[in-house]
């Protein structure tokens, strides 16, 4: 069964910095492309970045300039640089992935919890 473990949430202060990580199990994690996605209380799901097999990049338009996706395909791993962080940006972060670029063929793991706030 796949398996994705996200971790490297936390609380922190506006304008802070956190790393995301997503490590992948039981499935070849080369040939999928990635995505991290949110979901805010009383908020729906939301896209925030893809990483395609190839490693082109595409971000919500709110974060575009604070946060970078990118994949180590030796470690399974994705991982989300999170920079200038606001108060908006607090969610509960998952990671999923597919064959093709935003689909989610997985299912979804425990997530982690990023807190912005002062």
Do not use: H
């Amino acid at each position: 069964q796949v398996q994705l473990v996200e971790s490297g949430g936390g609380l922190v202060q506006p304008g802070g910095s956190l790393r995301l990580s997503c490590v992948a199990s039981r499935f070849i994690f080369a040939i999928y492309a990635m995505g991290w996605y949110r979901q805010a209380p009383g908020k729906q799901r939301e896209l925030v970045a893809t990483i395609t097999q190839g490693s082109t990049t595409k971000y919500l338009d709110s974060v575009k300039g604070r946060f970078t996706i990118s994949r180590d395909n030796a470690k399974k791993t994705v991982y989300l640089q999170m920079n200038s962080l606001k108060p908006d940006d607090t969610a509960v972060y998952y990671c999923n992935g597919g064959l093709k670029t935003d689909a989610t063929e997985f299912d979804w793991g425990q997530g982690t919890q990023v807190t912005v706030s002062s």
